[in-house]
């Protein structure tokens, strides 16, 4: 799994194999959580014909839903790969992380 781009303090998109995740932080008053989904077929070509604008609008959409609050509604709610997902996806980001600082110094 490896990052493909992001938006500081909002959202990861990663690669695993050929799946497209869309890891978006979500806060809600005192609540965060990190929302992991895979992009759909209609998202990633979406993403593939738009580019990061669209996962900007898509981050916005999960988090204005709020798919991680009890009672929720969203259209997300049985996407979240964040249990399955957590441990690669906070690797990748690491390791990404660890490389991006090695390039600025």
Request: hydrophobic share 40%.
């Amino acid at each position: 799994m490896i990052v493909l781009d992001h938006e500081p303090h909002w959202w990861f998109l990663l690669q695993d194999g050929e799946t497209l995740l869309l890891d978006v932080h979500c806060s809600h008053s005192a609540v965060d959580y990190s929302w992991v989904m895979t992009l759909n077929s209609d998202e990633a070509a979406q993403f593939k014909s738009t580019g990061r604008a669209f996962l900007t609008q898509l981050a916005e959409r999960v988090q204005w839903s709020a798919p991680g609050i009890r009672g929720s509604t969203s259209p997300f709610r049985g996407r979240n790969l964040s249990r399955t997902h957590d441990r690669a996806v906070s690797e990748a980001i690491k390791a990404w992380r660890g490389k991006s600082a090695g390039s600025h110094g």
